[in-house]
C-alpha cells in the first residue's frame, strides 16, 4: 500500500470509525456498514393515511414500532397504538422486520433499502389461520398498499415550536 493510499485509509477510519472492523489500514479486509435508519419515518398515503415507523438499528438488530394515524376515509378510526417490531434486522443496504396486526389476525412483514435520504419499503401479509381476517386497505390489511415510501422526520426544532405556537 503506497503512502497516499495508507493516508487515505486512516483519514476515512479517523472519519468513519464505524465502517472498519480491523484495527489498522494494513489489517483492513472487511467493511461492515450498517445505514442508520433509526428515527422517525412517515408515509403519506393516497387516503390520507400516514403510516409511521419508528426504528432503532444497532449493529445488525432493528427494533421498533409500527403504527398508522387514520385518513379521513377511516375517520371513524383513532390512531392505531404501536405494535412492536420483532425478528428484526440489517444486513449490508437491507433491513426487514415483522409485526403482528393490532387485533392478532395477521403477520406483516416488512422489507425495505434507504434510497436517496428516505426508505423504500415492501410488505406481505400473512394470515395467522385459515379464516382470520384479512383487515382492511391500511399498513395491517391485506388490501394495503405492498410498497411504499417513508421519509425521515426529524423532531421540531425550537424555532419552529416558536412559530406553531
Given at each position: 500500500m503506497n503512502?497516499l493510499?495508507r493516508r487515505?485509509v486512516?483519514?476515512?477510519?479517523?472519519v468513519?470509525?464505524q465502517i472498519?472492523?480491523a484495527q489498522?489500514p494494513?489489517q483492513?479486509?472487511?467493511?461492515?456498514?450498517?445505514?442508520?435508519?433509526?428515527g422517525?419515518w412517515?408515509?403519506?398515503?393516497w387516503?390520507?393515511?400516514?403510516?409511521v415507523?419508528?426504528?432503532k438499528?444497532?449493529?445488525k438488530?432493528l427494533?421498533?414500532?409500527?403504527?398508522?394515524?387514520p385518513?379521513p376515509?377511516?375517520?371513524?378510526s383513532?390512531?392505531?397504538?404501536p405494535?412492536?417490531?420483532y425478528?428484526?434486522?440489517?444486513?449490508?443496504?437491507?433491513?426487514?422486520?415483522?409485526?403482528?396486526?393490532?387485533?392478532g389476525m395477521r403477520i406483516?412483514r416488512?422489507?425495505?433499502?434507504?434510497?436517496?435520504?428516505?426508505?423504500?419499503?415492501t410488505?406481505?401479509?400473512?394470515?395467522?389461520?385459515?379464516g382470520?381476517?384479512?383487515?382492511?386497505?391500511d399498513?395491517?390489511?391485506?388490501?394495503?398498499?405492498?410498497?411504499?415510501?417513508?421519509?425521515?422526520?426529524?423532531?421540531?426544532?425550537k424555532?419552529?415550536?416558536?412559530i406553531?405556537?
Amino acid at each position: 500500500m503506497n503512502s497516499l493510499t495508507r493516508r487515505a485509509v486512516i483519514l476515512a477510519a479517523l472519519v468513519f470509525p464505524q465502517i472498519f472492523l480491523a484495527q489498522t489500514p494494513d489489517q483492513i479486509t472487511q467493511v461492515d456498514w450498517v445505514p442508520n435508519i433509526s428515527g422517525r419515518w412517515e408515509s403519506l398515503q393516497w387516503n390520507l393515511d400516514i403510516y409511521v415507523l419508528e426504528l432503532k438499528a444497532t449493529n445488525k438488530s432493528l427494533t421498533g414500532t409500527v403504527s398508522m394515524i387514520p385518513g379521513p376515509s377511516h375517520a371513524e378510526s383513532s390512531p392505531i397504538k404501536p405494535v412492536e417490531i420483532y425478528d428484526g434486522k440489517v444486513e449490508g443496504n437491507r433491513f426487514e422486520f415483522k409485526v403482528k396486526s393490532p387485533d392478532g389476525m395477521r403477520i406483516i412483514r416488512f422489507t425495505g433499502a434507504p434510497d436517496s435520504g428516505q426508505l423504500r419499503v415492501t410488505r406481505s401479509v400473512e394470515l395467522v389461520q385459515p379464516g382470520a381476517s384479512p383487515g382492511t386497505d391500511d399498513i395491517f390489511g391485506t388490501r394495503g398498499p405492498l410498497s411504499f415510501v417513508v421519509k425521515h422526520q426529524l423532531p421540531p426544532t425550537k424555532r419552529s415550536r416558536d412559530i406553531i405556537q
